[in-house]
């Protein structure tokens, strides 16, 4: 039986990674590289990280700790690769096919891609010819106007004329590997995933949704696997609770859902 999958979610801002609230409100939580060590250890199955940067380098030492080091942005994503122990995602602030390529040529196995899909979809195109699907997830941002469910673009901090269903059709016919669907309502709020949306598109999509967006305990997981999601991520819970992969998996494993069995072997 294929294996259901736990995907921490990395949000990164100039080298530091932060929790998020809607979009709009961020708290350093931790730093890009030590991060990443911690999540190998818990042993995560993949993990997510998505840039919101917006110009500039990354800072890759806390402040506080009195030891900020710069890194550009290539430099990050190569040191980030050598030291995950997992399939790595990387998103944000990819504009052209050789943005694409070069993320994947830095040691990324995948790039996660929103904007652009929206901006652009014939590179979206041309990426998934040149690298296959598998190494191409869709990024998915919406919010709820009005009762409908809009497309939100990241890059412009605005919502689109899309309506949500319908993108997600349309995607799907482009050849991406899998879908990462976020609902920016819910970011930061620990109410959980929007469930009823989660189960539609699910029913719209062959493709493997990631449920994102909410979560705030871990029955929330194990809702959105019930809801039809392939996999389940978050991004700020698993930053407050230690070896919280391990406790994630614990709990879903105890629940009887198909994810690997639950160790402490890299933690001990």
Request: glycine share 8%; hydrophobic share 40%.
């Amino acid at each position: 039986m294929k294996k259901l999958r736990i995907i921490p979610v990395l949000i990164l801002r100039y080298g530091e990674i932060v929790q998020s609230y809607n979009f709009e409100s961020y708290k350093v939580t931790g730093n890009a590289l030590k991060v990443i060590d911690r999540f190998s250890k818990w042993d995560a199955d993949e993990v997510i990280y998505l840039d919101i940067s917006t110009k500039g380098n990354q800072k890759v030492e806390r402040q506080d700790l009195n030891s900020t080091k710069i890194m550009n942005r290539e430099e990050l994503i190569s040191e980030v690769a050598k030291r995950s122990t997992m399939p790595l995602t990387f998103g944000g602030g990819l504009k052209s096919l050789q943005d694409i390529e070069h993320t994947i040529l830095l040691g990324a196995d995948k790039v996660s891609i929103n904007s652009l899909l929206i901006e652009d979809a014939d590179v979206v195109r041309k990426a998934v010819r040149s690298l296959g699907s598998q190494a191409i997830v869709a990024s998915v941002d919406y919010r709820l106007v009005g009762g409908k469910r809009m497309v939100w673009n990241p890059s412009q901090r605005a919502i689109t004329n899309l309506e949500l269903i319908s993108w997600i059709r349309n995607i799907t016919d482009l050849g991406v590997g899998e879908i990462l669907l976020t609902c920016v309502d819910n970011d930061g709020a620990k109410s959980g995933y929007d469930l009823e949306t989660l189960k539609e598109v699910c029913k719209v999509t062959t493709l493997p949704v990631i449920a994102n967006g909410g979560v705030g305990q871990w029955g929330h997981l194990k809702e959105g696997f019930d809801a039809g999601a392939e996999a389940v991520a978050a991004a700020n819970v698993f930053h407050f609770y230690d070896q919280s992969i391990y406790q994630a998996r614990r709990f879903l494993f105890d629940s009887g859902l198909p994810v690997r069995k639950p160790t402490l072997s890299r933690i001990m």
